[in-house]
């Protein structure tokens, strides 16, 4: 049971490149969160998905586009990357069904933007 | 003002002393709380969940919740060094996704 996995773990962008940020659960949960963490400004929400099929937008989604590929599976896209998204991503997941939201996290991806 | 609040640090103790944490929300309507800790260079891990008033214990971590004063506050007994993180507090709102906010951590140092 491997819990939430994400690739890669480090990545170095030119500004303008693009890439996809990877990752799986295999908790059979049903919703699935993109963060991004920068010092001082805490854990912020990017895109989230409730559940396979449907996404929404967090508090800053600008930049960035996602894709709940199945129930699994959550991928997080920057498609002209700007220094401005140099940060570590997290990946998490979560049952709320029964109303208490608990996240469980991937071990995170170090991005550089140049 | 923030919607989670928590003093960033670093909090400095003794090597088998108790750790304080303290948070405040704004969210009167706020549901369930939640404490992480993040090692450096690590993701955060889930170590306790409270949604009643009064005190949770697992171990030697207790939180501790107070809604009519919007304060959640997580004690670690007999500290260790091995404690030594940055832990963050978590508050789930009365929002549609049940959306959960994140303050931006207290730093915990346990001297030996």
């Known amino acids: 049971n491997a819990g939430v996995t994400q690739t890669p773990k480090f990545q170095v962008l030119k500004t303008g490149q693009s890439m996809t940020l990877q990752c799986a659960q295999d908790m059979n949960h049903n919703s699935m969160y993109w963060y991004r963490q920068d010092p001082g400004m805490g854990l912020r929400l990017i895109y989230y998905s409730a559940s396979e099929g449907t996404t929404d937008k967090g508090e800053v989604p600008n930049g960035y586009n996602v894709s709940r590929l199945n129930k699994r599976e959550f991928s997080l896209r920057l498609e002209s990357a700007a220094p401005s998204q140099t940060s570590v991503y997290f990946c998490?997941?979560?049952?709320?069904?029964?109303?208490?939201?608990?996240?469980?996290f991937g071990p995170g991806t170090r991005l550089t933007v140049l | 003002q923030k919607e989670v609040e928590q003093n960033s640090g670093p909090l400095s103790v003794p090597e088998g002393a108790i750790a304080s944490l303290n948070c405040t929300y704004s969210?009167?309507?706020?549901?369930?709380f939640f404490w992480y800790r993040q090692y450096s260079g690590k993701s955060p891990e889930l170590i306790m969940s409270i949604y009643s008033n009064g005190d949770k214990e697992d171990g030697r971590f207790t939180a501790q919740l107070n809604k009519a004063s919007q304060y959640v506050s997580l004690l670690i007994r007999d500290s260790q060094p091995s404690d030594s993180a940055t832990y963050l507090c978590?508050?789930?709102?009365?929002?549609?996704?049940?959306?959960?906010?994140f303050g931006t951590g207290t730093k915990l140092q346990v001297i030996p």
């Open positions: 998490a997941s979560s049952d709320p069904s029964g109303g208490v939201n608990e996240q469980f």
């Open positions: 969210d009167r309507v706020s549901q369930s």
């Open positions: 978590a508050v789930q709102g009365s929002g549609g996704y049940q959306k959960v906010t």
